[in-house]
Nanobody, 124 residues
Framework: QVQLVESGGGSVQSGGSLRVSCAAS????????MGWFRQAPGKGREGVAA???????SYGNSVKGRFTISQDIAKNTLYLQMNSLKPEDTAMYYC??????????????????WGQGTQVTVSS
């Protein structure tokens, strides 16, 4: 089992950048497929980006070329660098971990654990 705590969200103007972090405890991130998903009010969950234990990555179509996922194994922390932010990126961002090592469409298949989320708001 792993516990996940997100931080680094906030408010930014369109075109700006933010980096959100996810500190893991209870187990090492390298044992899981790790990712970020987001959910805006009234909308469904959307896979943003994911990284597997072999370093392979997957991004959602709406964020390709703008967002970068990375992880620091020594710090047991997952990151999401978000550049060229748009108002449509406004959402609650969640860090998640999956025991199954498979990537698809900006997500790991079947997340088993996730954090409480951090809010990202982009104003026009």
């Amino acid at each position: 089992q792993v516990q996940l705590v997100e931080s680094g969200g906030g408010s930014v103007q369109s075109g700006g950048s933010l980096r959100v972090s996810c500190a893991a405890s209870g187990n090492t991130v390298s044992r899981y497929c790790m990712g970020w998903f987001r959910q805006a009010p009234g909308k469904g969950r959307e896979g943003v980006a994911a990284i597997d234990s072999d370093g392979s990555t997957s991004y959602g179509n709406s964020v390709k070329g703008r967002f970068t996922i990375s992880q620091d194994i020594a710090k047991n922390t997952l990151y999401l660098q978000m550049n060229s932010l748009k108002p449509e990126d406004t959402a609650m961002y969640y860090c998640a971990a999956a025991r199954t090592h498979r990537l698809y469409g900006g997500s790991c298949i079947d997340y088993n654990y996730w954090g409480q989320g951090t809010q990202v708001t982009v104003s026009s």
